[in-house]
Every structure is written in C-alpha cells, then in structure tokens.
C-alpha cells in the first residue's frame, strides 16, 4: 500500500488489432531448394555477393540491436535521470500535436438523470477517491456538519460499497453521467475524483474540499480552520501574511518552514530547494478574499515525498511530525508558487476549473502538476494560494512507494515552474488560455497530448454542467514590481518544532529561541522603556525589569511613590509628559524612547517591522483616541489650555495640527498607554513641553497628559506618517472577566491587563511564552 494512497494507474484493456489492406508487411519472396519452383530469378550463393545483396538489412538490424542494448543498459546502470532525459527528448518527434479546437457557445447542457440525486443541491462538498470499505477517517468525515460526502469509487472498490450520509459514484454510475472526461480515466486510479467534482459542481457546489479517506480533520470542523467563506458576514476581513515579492528570482516556496518544520518538506518541491532552510526576512499583506485555493497543513505524516520518506525514516516508527498551529496563514504573490496536494485542499467556485487531474502522469504527480498548472492560471484571474496551518491529521501506515512512481516530479518539476513563470497567452479567456497552457505544456514533455484533450474535455464539462468561467485580470508580471516600503515590511519568527533528520529526532529548541531573542535585542537595543506603575511597586517592579530588560537597552519605572531600593523613580501620570524631557536627556544615545503603563502588555516579537524612526500611537484606536467637543467643566478648561498653547505655537506646529484637527471648537483626547517617540521629534517634543510650562495653567488648570500627548504629536507629524504598528492592538475599556480570553500573541500590544502581585506576573509570563518560548525560563 502507499504513502500517499495512491495506486498505480491500470493500462486499458488492449483492443484487438484491426486488418489494413492498405498496410501490409512487405513479404520476401524464395525459391524452394528442393522443388526448385522459382518466384525469382535464381542467383548466385558464394557469400560475397550474399553480403553485398543484403548488406542494408545486416546495417539495419545492427542498428536496431545497439540501440535495444542501450537503452537495456541506460535502464539497468540505474541511470533513471539519463534514460529519463532520453524518453522526454524522444517523445515530441513521435507525433505532431493537435491543439483542440472548440465553439464554447455550442456545449450541450448535461443534467443529471440517471442518479437518485437528480434533484439534490448543496453549496459545500467533500470529495474523496475510495478503493475500499470506508475508513474510520471517512466515518467522520462524513459527521461534519454543513458539508456532504462523496465518495468516487475505482475497479478496486467493493461493489457493496456504501456509508450512511455520503454520495457514492460507483464505475458503471460514472459511465451513465455523460462526461466527456470518462472516456480518458483509468480504471483504477484516485484521478477519478474528476467525475466526482463534475457531479458536484452540477448538484451546486460552491467550495470543495479535496480530501483523501485517511485525514481526520482537527476538531472536525472545517470552517475553524479554512477561510470558508469569502464574503459576507462569515468572511475574515483581516490582512493575510504573503510571502515577499523582493527576490525576482525566486520562484517556489517551502511553506513547511513557516509552519516550524525547516528540515521537512513537502511532495512537489523540487529537490534542488529542499537546502533553503531559512525563514522569511520578512513577509508583506495582502487583503483576503481572493484566496481561491486553500492548502492546508497535515500533522502526523504530512505530505512528504519518496527522498524525505526513505532517508528520514528510524526504523519502522511511523512519523508523527507535529506544525505550529499558531502561525498564522501565509499567502503566495503572483510569481512564487507552492506544492499543492489533492487531499487537504478548499478549492472555491471561482478556482473549480483547477480541479482537474491528468491522466498521462504517474499518480504521485498528477496533483501536483495540477497544483503548478492551477496556480498559473490563478495569477489571471487576481486570485492566489493561501497555505493554512494544521488542519488535518494522517496516520502513517509505515508503507513505502516506490521513486519511480515520482518520476514525472524529479525530473521535470524544477523546469516546470521556471516554464509557468514565464509562460504567457494573448487569448481573452480563461478557458482558451488553460487549453493553450495545456498544448504548451505537452509541447515541453511535462504531459502527454492525451492530457490535452482531456483538458478540452474537462474544460467542456464545466461548461455543460453550467460552471461560468471567470473574467480575465490585467496581470503585473511583467510591470516592474513595486518598491517594499519599511512600513510593509511585517515579520513573523516561525518557531522550530522538533523533527526528524536523517532518521535521528531533533528535539532542541533553544538555539532557534535564542536566535529570536538575539534579533529581538539587536533591534531594540537602543530604545529606553520608560514604564509607569500604578501598581504597587514592591511586587512587580523587578518581574517588569525580568521581562521587558532583556529586549531594550534600560527599564526606567515611574510611580507615585519613589522607592530607591528598587530603583523606582517618582512621576504622576497626569503630568507625565512634563517629566519624559528630562529622561531624554539622560539617555542622549538612545535612538528611541517606548512609553508603556502597566495596565498594557507589549509583545515585543511583533514590533520587529515598525519603523523606528516615526511616531507610533494609537490614532486608529478608537476606544483609546476619539474627538470631543467640549462638553463639562474639564473639558472645558482643557480645550482652553490647548488653544492657548496652540496660538502660541510657532508656525509649523500650528499648521500641523490645525491640519489635523480640522474643528477648533474639538480637540482629540488619547489614554496613551503606549506610544513611541523617535530620536528626530525629540527636540520637537521638548519645545513644546517648554511651550506648555510657559503658557502655564488656564483658569487653574494644567494641561493632562491624555490630552498634551495627542498634541504634541498632531504638532510635529502628520497623522499619516505614523507607523501603523499599533494599529491592530487588542484595546478594550473594560476587561473581560477572564484575562485569557482578552490577550493575542498575534497583537502588538494588549489593554488592559492587571498585574499586582508574582502571581499574577508569573500567569502572565506563562501566556506570553506563546510568542516566546524562552519566557518559560523564568518561571
């Protein structure tokens, strides 16, 4: 049995050789030695003129036999790659190809009427290939709320095949559906699932998942891990990672590093790639909606190829080989592609036509040549690949297949995706250009001419069974690629799991973490946190300096009540901005400074891509930034403070902030909990400290920190040169009744989030460990 599942295609029955009159053997004609009857004239036997008359047929059979001995030898000196080559380069001048052609608007209508689902529509399908009785897995498959089974069935499954819940297409109910694409399947192979999307798409399909019948899904809930649905209320409208466009000459990912697992990788990844083992420098955003294709992740016995399988196996343990299921998903640009398997795959309506399967490849590769074909055509339609984190679990069986059965991957992947990257099409449709992409493939050697009629068969069954092909986008490859600005520039630390290399297990995570914590203080080493502390000091102000000291270059901690002992400074949060001038002074050096209460919790390993020579605050936050009119006695007297300031501010100041604060009868209030001030604007921020001290109190009253910080800020900088990096900070008024629900390793920062004792600190710590490991050392 395979690893994968996937049993060898079975050849066609052979058809009995018809009689030609037209071409006929050419017969030699003898005289009988004995009878001496003669149907040629008699000649002469001495050897000499016997050699001179048939010397073409000696030269010829010799020919023939060198060459049979050759390719004898090529086969049995284990030179697959040579004989490989040999075959490839001999294909194309055996027959010239005939590119399909066909009148789209003439496709007959296919209905559906010979199975008991004639009338049967539902919009979420799972689609598996079954060889024999249903599995455990397949059982609960089928337990899966919102989604319908169908199983497709091969000249291996039981003819008594069936299981409560799940639509089964056996052989002969496959011949009566009227596909074109039956009359090229084999009879026994997984790439059959072809009639089962086709059925699917008829009975309304709207997303498949390509499934396999030995992957249990994790929770047994699809939805909490794929983006099932892409608009709409149940859509998620948050930015997705993307792999960085900034090396033109990359063109193929291993997206198994990402996920924690550098020393894995994936079925489909050509073996000159699997030595980049390093992780992203930095990643980009893109806007979700458009992921049309949906890898994910297997646990377990993820999908790994023959090479990995055999050198990395200790004895016969079956792998178990564990991802990150925290990292988040990551996107593929135009231009990068990855593997793409048919066994743990959401494909949407506008990517059905990727779904097909050709039947000239050896099973291990034909989802694979499907995944790099698919992806090219995506880029035409603006869709892409998104890969998610685990999102099934396989059981590995301990059976290996054999490398052959790879061929069509080793030998060809690698210039397979240098080929799409720059393969183009002049057609107007999407259908015409993946006819045209199948023609130049097999042109190539990648496929056979079979797979381009059974692309033109594929093509018209969509059509037939009513799937509306999707309109053509303008694509950028061949722009020049836009410039990635810092800001754009987001980072993410994938963890390293342990794995298996060589057949010994890796299980030490600490030189990777140390590495994080490493770039983590390289960065940050020359920013001051100054921390204020409402709390009491004596319990927390050395677990602050543990926590936060080994990322920035000092702690300063402020309180109401100085403690020399420990270090504590003494400021009042209302005033506090009167203070920070002083501080930055006495670190004249530092590049930075991080103003952060104790009510908010920084995850430093997510402010790795922030510029740090721009402002940073909370404008977009709206509970903790907002607008008011002066309504009230302080806020009156507030709003009478800021305009004073504000008239005696010299002009480029003035004009900033009237800029930004566009009402003079408003003024902008902020928490400020955290904010960022680089080196350039700390001038700045001391003259209009200075300013404020000058002006003095209005009507008795000082200026407050919520509302001076805002200010200052709209003063020296326009709003949107900000770094966003706060932007996606976890911000609520209240805090829930359990902490554990409000805090995100994803977030920059968290608010709020009481600390008051090493308890309390020590819970904290624990949960922080999410983002890094190395925080369990101190607890």
Same mark, same amino acid.
């Given at each position: 049995?395979?690893?994968?599942?996937?049993?060898?295609?079975?050849?066609?029955?052979?058809?009995?050789?018809?009689?030609?009159?037209?071409?006929?053997?050419?017969?030699?004609?003898?005289?009988?030695?004995?009878?001496?009857?003669?149907?040629?004239?008699?000649?002469?036997?001495?050897?000499?003129?016997?050699?001179?008359?048939?010397?073409?047929?000696?030269?010829?059979?010799?020919?023939?036999?060198?060459?049979?001995?050759?390719?004898?030898?090529?086969?049995?000196? #284990?030179?697959?790659?040579?004989?490989?080559?040999?075959?490839?380069?001999?294909?194309?001048?055996?027959?010239?190809?005939?590119?399909?052609?066909?009148?789209?608007?003439?496709? +007959?209508?296919?209905?559906?009427?010979?199975?008991?689902?004639?009338?049967?529509?539902?919009?979420?399908?799972?689609?598996?290939?079954?060889?024999?009785?249903?599995?455990?897995?397949?059982?609960?498959?089928?337990?899966?709320?919102?989604?319908?089974?169908?199983?497709? #069935?091969?000249?291996?499954?039981?003819?008594?095949?069936?299981?409560?819940?799940?639509?089964?297409?056996?052989?002969?109910?496959?011949?009566?559906?009227?596909?074109?694409?039956?009359?090229?399947?084999?009879?026994?192979?997984?790439?059959?699932?072809?009639?089962?999307?086709?059925?699917?798409?008829?009975?309304?399909?709207?997303?498949?998942?390509?499934?396999?019948?030995?992957?249990?899904?994790?929770?047994?809930?699809?939805?909490?891990?794929?983006?099932?649905?892409?608009?709409?209320?149940?859509?998620?409208?948050?930015?997705?990672?993307?792999?960085?466009?900034?090396?033109?000459?990359?063109?193929?990912?291993?997206?198994?590093?990402?996920?924690?697992?550098?020393?894995?990788? +994936?079925?489909?990844?050509?073996?000159?790639?699997?030595?980049?083992?390093?992780?992203?420098?930095?990643?980009?955003?893109?806007?979700?909606?458009?992921?049309?294709?949906?890898?994910?992740?297997?646990?377990?016995?993820?999908?790994?190829?023959?090479?990995?399988?055999?050198?990395?196996?200790?004895?016969?343990?079956?792998?178990?080989?564990?991802?990150?299921?925290?990292? +988040?998903?990551?996107?593929?640009?135009?231009?990068?592609?990855?593997?793409?398997?048919?066994?743990?795959?959401?494909?949407?309506?506008?990517?059905?036509?990727?779904?097909?399967?050709?039947?000239?490849?050896?099973?291990?590769?034909?989802?694979?040549?499907?995944?790099?074909?698919?992806?090219?055509?995506?880029?035409?339609?603006?869709?892409?690949?998104?890969?998610?984190?685990?999102?099934?679990?396989?059981?590995?069986?301990?059976?290996?297949?054999?490398?052959?059965?790879?061929?069509?991957?080793?030998?060809?992947?690698?210039?397979?995706?240098?080929?799409?990257?720059?393969?183009?099409?002049?057609?107007?449709?999407?259908?015409?250009?993946?006819?045209?992409?199948?023609?130049?493939?097999?042109?190539?050697?990648?496929?056979?001419?079979?797979?381009?009629?059974?692309?033109?068969?594929?093509?018209?069954?969509?059509?037939?069974?009513?799937?509306?092909?999707?309109?053509?986008?303008?694509?950028?490859?061949?722009?020049?690629?836009?410039?990635?600005?810092?800001?754009?520039?987001?980072?993410?630390?994938?963890?390293?799991?342990?794995?298996?290399?060589?057949?010994?297990?890796?299980?030490?995570?600490?030189?990777?973490?140390?590495?994080?914590?490493?770039?983590?203080?390289?960065?940050?080493?020359?920013?001051?946190?100054?921390?204020?502390?409402?709390?009491?000091?004596?319990?927390?102000?050395?677990?602050?300096?543990?926590?936060? #000291?080994?990322?920035?270059?000092?702690?300063?901690?402020?309180?109401?009540?100085?403690?020399?002992?420990?270090?504590?400074?003494?400021?009042?949060?209302?005033?506090?901005?009167?203070?920070?001038?002083?501080?930055?002074?006495?670190?004249?050096?530092?590049?930075g400074f991080l103003f952060l209460q104790d009510d908010t919790i920084l995850n430093y390993w997510n402010l790795h891509q922030a510029d740090k020579t721009k402002l940073w605050i909370t404008d977009k936050v709206?509970?903790?930034?907002?607008?008011?009119?002066?309504?009230?006695?302080?806020?009156?007297?507030?709003?009478?403070?800021?305009?004073?300031?504000?008239?005696?501010?010299?002009?480029?100041?003035?004009?900033?902030?009237?800029?930004?604060?566009?009402?003079?009868?408003?003024?902008?209030?902020?928490?400020?909990?955290?904010?960022?001030?680089?080196?350039?604007?700390?001038?700045?921020?001391?003259?209009?400290?200075?300013?404020?001290?000058?002006?003095?109190?209005?009507?008795?009253?000082?200026?407050?920190?919520?509302?001076?910080?805002?200010?200052?800020?709209?003063?020296?900088?326009?709003?949107?040169?900000?770094?966003?990096?706060?932007?996606?900070?976890?911000?609520?008024?209240?805090?829930?009744?359990?902490?554990?629900?409000?805090?995100?390793?994803?977030?920059?920062?968290?608010?709020?989030?009481?600390?008051?004792?090493?308890?309390?600190?020590?819970?904290?710590?624990?949960?922080?460990?999410? #983002?890094?490991?190395?925080?369990?050392?101190?607890?």
């Amino acid at each position: 049995m395979l690893v994968q599942d996937r049993l060898p295609t079975s050849p066609p029955p052979p058809k009995s050789p018809k009689s030609n009159s037209k071409s006929k053997l050419p017969t030699t004609v003898f005289h009988h030695p004995i009878s001496g009857r003669r149907f040629s004239p008699a000649k002469s036997l001495d050897f000499c003129t016997w050699f001179s008359d048939n010397l073409y047929k000696i030269v010829t059979i010799a020919f023939l036999v060198a060459t049979v001995a050759a390719l004898f030898f090529l086969r049995n000196a #284990g030179d697959t790659s040579a004989f490989l080559y040999l075959q490839s380069k001999s294909h194309p001048i055996e027959k010239t190809l005939h590119r399909p052609h066909i009148d789209w608007n003439n496709v +007959p209508t296919l209905r559906d009427t010979s199975t008991p689902y004639a009338n049967f529509r539902t919009e979420k399908w799972i689609v598996v290939s079954v060889s024999d009785y249903p599995s455990d897995s397949l059982k609960r498959l089928v337990k899966i709320k919102g989604w319908q089974v169908l199983a497709v #069935g091969d000249s291996s499954t039981p003819s008594d095949w069936s299981l409560k819940g799940a639509v089964f297409l056996s052989l002969e109910q496959q011949a009566t559906l009227g596909f074109r694409v039956v009359d090229y399947l084999p009879f026994r192979s997984y790439v059959r699932k072809s009639v089962g999307y086709l059925f699917a798409i008829q009975h309304g399909a709207k997303k498949i998942f390509d499934a396999d019948d030995r992957g249990e899904v994790i929770g047994g809930d699809l939805g909490k891990h794929f983006d099932v649905d892409l608009a709409g209320e149940g859509a998620r409208h948050e930015p997705i990672l993307q792999y960085s466009h900034e090396n033109v000459n990359r063109s193929i990912v291993n997206p198994y590093i990402h996920f924690g697992q550098r020393s894995v990788w +994936p079925r489909g990844l050509p073996l000159e790639n699997v030595g980049e083992i390093g992780h992203e420098e930095f990643y980009t955003e893109v806007f979700g909606g458009k992921q049309f294709i949906q890898q994910g992740v297997s646990n377990g016995l993820p999908d790994v190829d023959s090479v990995f399988y055999f050198t990395r196996k200790a004895g016969l343990e079956s792998f178990d080989i564990k991802f990150d299921d925290h990292a +988040p998903k990551v996107a593929l640009p135009q231009g990068i592609m990855v593997p793409v398997n048919s066994f743990n795959t959401i494909y949407h309506s506008p990517a059905f036509w990727g779904l097909m399967l050709p039947v000239s490849v050896s099973t291990m590769a034909a989802d694979i040549l499907r995944g790099y074909w698919s992806q090219r055509l995506l880029w035409e339609i603006g869709g892409y690949v998104v890969v998610y984190p685990p999102t099934v679990h396989r059981d590995d069986r301990i059976a290996g297949y054999p490398f052959s059965e790879e061929k069509d991957l080793h030998v060809n992947v690698g210039r397979l995706i240098k080929f799409l990257v720059a393969w183009r099409s002049t057609k107007h449709r999407l259908f015409e250009k993946a006819v045209d992409l199948s023609f130049a493939m097999a042109e190539e050697g990648f496929w056979s001419e079979q797979d381009v009629k059974f692309t033109a068969a594929w093509l018209q069954d969509l059509v037939a069974v009513g799937y509306q092909q999707p309109r053509l986008m303008s694509l950028e490859l061949d722009r020049p690629r836009p410039t990635i600005g810092h800001g754009d520039r987001k980072e993410f630390i994938p963890r390293k799991l342990p794995s298996v290399h060589l057949g010994v297990e890796e299980t030490g995570t600490v030189n990777y973490e140390i590495g994080n914590l490493i770039r983590w203080r390289k960065n940050f080493g020359n920013v001051v946190l100054i921390m204020f502390c409402s709390g009491p000091v004596e319990r927390t102000a050395l677990e602050w300096r543990l926590l936060y #000291g080994r990322i920035f270059k000092t702690v300063v901690i402020l309180s109401e009540q100085k403690n020399e002992d420990l270090a504590v400074e003494e400021g009042h949060l209302d005033q506090m901005y009167k203070l920070l001038p002083k501080l930055f002074s006495r670190f004249s050096s530092a590049e930075g400074f991080l103003f952060l209460q104790d009510d908010t919790i920084l995850n430093y390993w997510n402010l790795h891509q922030a510029d740090k020579t721009k402002l940073w605050i909370t404008d977009k936050v709206s509970d903790s930034w907002s607008n008011v009119a002066p309504d009230g006695d302080w806020l009156t007297k507030q709003a009478g403070v800021v305009k004073k300031v504000v008239d005696s501010m010299p002009a480029h100041f003035q004009v900033n902030y009237k800029e930004a604060v566009k009402t003079e009868n408003s003024m902008v209030l902020c928490s400020s909990e955290i904010f960022y001030i680089p080196r350039q604007f700390v001038s700045d921020f001391v003259d209009l400290v200075s300013l404020v001290r000058d002006v003095g109190p209005v009507d008795g009253m000082e200026m407050h920190q919520k509302v001076a910080i805002p200010m200052f800020f709209l003063s020296v900088d326009s709003p949107q040169n900000f770094d966003p990096i706060l932007n996606t900070m976890v911000y609520k008024q209240t805090p829930p009744p359990s902490n554990s629900t409000l805090y995100s390793a994803q977030a920059p920062a968290v608010h709020p989030w009481s600390v008051s004792s090493e308890q309390e600190f020590i819970k904290l710590v624990r949960i922080m460990a999410e #983002g890094d490991p190395l925080l369990m050392e101190l607890v």
